[in-house]
């Protein structure tokens, strides 16, 4: 390994991109851009142009709620430079709370993003999957984006001792693009550990999308994602997620409930408290009108 790179726990310095996207609202504490595809797409290149590094989140509901009980996570998530709406829960509360926002699903962006790099001849490097699809997801994406410039890849099962070795490979080919399969919260800490190494990357975490792109696993249909039950999809073919999705979309929802029902409160107690000096008048003037009907 060289000396450069090295593990480091901290994101330290935020991003410089302040111009083309900045709609920034929270989700029960969390930040979230309000961004559409073009716009992510807009921040990626601009990162490019400028040369800086931008790590890209993508964030669901399920991820909030880890994060809440998961410091390391809500320290990465707060740190990204980019977070877009990927879930159709963040969406639900976004709208909750007034803001009209779409989903931005986090393998959409990936996809966009690889055929920005077909597009510019961006070097794209993968990390994660299993050792099996690394081929037919290279041949796969050689085929939806030609001419795409794959780099390096690796798949996601590695010892402790070997990380170091498989970022020092990733991060000599100076990708423009580094899109990490790990799943949540694997790929966030990698990432985290890892930045530094990619100085000039914009960074996502994909979670399954290459098990999607490779056709191991399939992506919800059309109806389900119109309907914004992506989720239920992946649960109706992915028992096991039920002790996760189970809990935590339940309490994300409540949370969400009860985070707008205290901003209404709020709200309509400072309504009426700026208006109760009206009431007070409107009290005198009834008193003066009833004087003069006696005085009539
Ligand atoms: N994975 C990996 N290394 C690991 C564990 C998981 O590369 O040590 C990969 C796994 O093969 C799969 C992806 O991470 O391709 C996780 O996909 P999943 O759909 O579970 O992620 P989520 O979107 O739920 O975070």
Known sequence: MLPEIQATRQFGEMSALTTTYRSRQKVLGYPIDLIDEAGALGVIEEAWKNQKSLHVVTLNAEMVVAAQKDQELDR??????????????????????GHQVSRLPGIELAAASLALCARLNRKVALIGGKPEILEPL????????????????????????????????????????????????????????WHQAFPHTVMVGVGGSFDVWTGTVKRAPALFRSLNLEWLYRLLKEPWR???????????????????????????????????????????????????SKDT
Request: with cysteine; glycine share 6%.
């Open 76 to 97: 990465i998530i707060r740190h990204a430079h980019l977070i877009v709406p990927d879930g159709a829960g963040v969406v639900w509360a976004l709208k909750l709370a």
């Open 138 to 193: 290279q041949k796969a994406l050689r085929d939806n984006y030609p001419g795409i410039n794959i780099v390096a890849a690796h798949n996601g099962y590695w010892s402790a001792e070997q990380e170091a070795e498989i970022v020092d490979e990733l991060s000599h080919c100076e990708p423009d693009l580094l899109l990490v399969a790990l799943g949540v919260p694997r790929q966030e800490y990698f990432l985290d550990r």
């Open 242 to 292: 039920f002790q996760r999705m189970g809990q935590a979309l339940p309490s994300f929802a409540i949370q969400a409930l009860s985070e707008v029902a205290k901003k209404r409160l709020i709200e309509k107690d400072n309504h009426s408290g700026a208006r109760s000096p009206g009431r007070s008048t409107k009290g005198k003037h009834d008193k003066k009108k009833k004087e003069r």
